[in-house]
């Protein structure tokens, strides 16, 4: 089975810009999370989509964005890029886990990470 | 809020030696708990998981247990191969709501392992 895939794998944009990414889980996975990874703040998350719809969304600013469409490949977009939008973004697919049924809800959910795209910011 | 600790690198080891990454975590209610690892210049990949106390997750010769007492998820492997070199990142998942969920991640430890 093919993993999660991302494109482009690294991109240079200068200050202003807008981008996009794109991102395509395994094939079955219908939750696409990303992540944005830097050396000063490590790894953050920036929002999940299940569906279609964005049941999560991290601490970035509305300038971050995102979509998922029906066939669970999802999109990234940020817009007026900054220096500080040098990362590596990172998209992960997962199936959801079970539920324990013992007593308080766990959740067991194993995201599959894809090699992520280098977005440089000039 | 829920957060991860883990211990600073980089951690700097001769092939064969033991390995410890400390980590500890701090969340409301029961948390999963993962031990991910990256490569230079790739993405995470899923080391170990462990999903209630007691609970060792166990994989190419690492071990983690969780510890619900201690709040902790200590890393280790008996014999360190230079293969081994990566970043070790521990994570937690937890649910925010209507079904979703997130991972949070300790800011990584980097291992080198000379021969």
């Known amino acids: 089975k093919a993993g999660v895939t991302q494109t482009p794998r690294y991109l240079i944009k200068t200050r202003g810009q807008q981008v996009t990414l794109s991102c395509s889980p395994i094939?079955?996975?219908?939750?696409v999370s990303w992540y944005q990874q830097t050396p000063g703040q490590g790894l953050q998350f920036l929002f999940e989509?299940?569906?279609?719809?964005?049941?999560n969304k991290g601490n970035f600013p509305g300038r971050f964005s995102g979509r998922q469409f029906s066939n669970s490949r999802s999109e990234m977009n940020v817009s007026t890029l900054e220096l500080g939008d040098s990362a590596l973004y990172l998209c992960?697919?997962?199936?959801?886990?079970?539920?324990?049924?013992?007593?308080?809800?766990?959740?067991?959910?194993?995201?599959?990470f894809g090699p992520g795209t280098r977005l440089t910011v000039t | 809020g829920n957060s991860v600790t883990q211990m600073e690198g980089p951690v700097t080891l001769s092939e064969e030696a033991f390995l410890t990454i400390n980590c500890t975590y701090t969340?409301?209610?029961?948390?999963?708990l993962f031990w991910y690892v990256q490569y230079p210049g790739e993405g995470l990949q899923l080391l170990l998981k462990?999903?209630?106390?007691?609970d060792k997750g166990s994989n190419k010769g690492f071990e983690a247990t969780y510890r619900k007492e201690t709040t902790s998820f200590h890393l280790e492997k008996g014999s360190v191969q230079v293969s081994d070199s990566a970043v070790y990142f521990c994570?937690?998942?937890?649910?925010?709501?209507?079904?979703?969920?997130?991972?949070?991640f300790g800011k990584g430890t980097k291992l080198s392992v000379i021969p």
């Open positions: 992960a697919s997962s199936l959801p886990g079970t539920e324990s049924s013992w007593g308080p809800v766990v959740y067991s959910y194993e995201q599959y």
């Open positions: 094939s079955g996975h219908r939750s």
């Open positions: 989509y299940f569906s279609e719809t964005q049941r």
């Open positions: 969340a409301t209610g029961y948390p999963s």
């Open positions: 462990a999903t209630k106390a007691d």
């Open positions: 994570a937690l998942i937890y649910g925010s709501g209507a079904g979703s969920y997130q991972l949070t």
